[in-house]
């Protein structure tokens, strides 16, 4: 399914947890953290302010850190995503 966010809002695939720690630790899955990372899958056209559209600083394909109880989570196709506005993405990881 295609899905186009409106205006401002991007859609956001979250990223997996790591489930060891870098010492060889196991994590159970009900210790885990709610990740905050994710990758952008679909992007709205910008905002408009006074008349001009104002584009967005983020693009498909970016991998991103946004904030704890931002966004609204669906079921995509069986998948997991959440639509965000993009002031609620906190920066770009590289």
Known sequence: MKIKPLADRV????LEEESKTK???IIPDT??????????????PGKYDDGK???????????ILYK???????????ITVIILKEEDIIAIIE
């Not at 859609?11 to 979250?14: D, F, N, Q, R, Y």
């Not at 559209?53 to 991998?63: E, F, H, Q, T, Y």
């Not at 704890?68 to 196709?77: A, Q, R």
Request: glycine letters at 14%.
């Open 11 to 14: 859609v956001v695939k979250p």
């Open 31 to 44: 210790a885990k953290e709610k990740s905050h990372r994710g990758e952008i899958i679909a992007t709205g």
């Open 68 to 78: 704890e109880y931002s966004g609204d989570e669906f079921k995509l196709d069986g």
């Open 23 to 25: 010492s060889g630790i």
């Open 53 to 63: 559209l104002i584009a967005l600083n983020v693009k498909i394909g970016d991998k």
